[in-house]
């Protein structure tokens, strides 16, 4: 929390998904790439072999979607998520928060990035 802090003092421009969520929607609906400092909650699947990371926000939607977490790739994404970011329980705490990159858009109206890669993740 505190490198967010002091590069957004120094006047990089990167988002926070809690404050700057209008922004965030906004850019979204234009598809700019652009940096956001989240919170990285929960894992939580969807279909067969998707997921998406979820920041624990019901009343700001961000989300980071994973195509494919079956891949050599997603489940790359998925271990480091899990060993860096994300806690399964109070007695393994994590970081909980990391920078990501990459290109917003919207599914539903709601703000995402989509994950490609580890290279999106800046911590």
């Known amino acids: 929390i505190d490198r967010y802090r002091l ?47 979820l920041i624990g926000s019901i009343k700001q939607p961000f989300c980071l979607f994973l195509p494919n977490i079956e891949s050599v790739e997603g489940q790359k994404i998925v271990n480091m998520l899990e060993a860096r970011f994300i806690s399964k329980d109070p007695t393994h705490p994590r970081r909980s928060y990391a920078f990501v990159k990459g290109v917003l858009t919207t599914y539903y109206n709601k703000p995402e990035i989509v994950i490609h890669s580890l290279d999106q993740f800046i911590d």
């Open 7 to 53: 590069q957004r003092q120094s006047g990089e421009e990167i988002l926070n998904s809690r404050l700057d969520y209008k922004l965030i929607c906004e850019m979204a609906e234009q598809e700019v790439e652009a940096t956001i400092f989240t919170e990285l909650r929960s894992i939580e699947r969807i279909g067969d072999c998707s997921a998406r990371i």
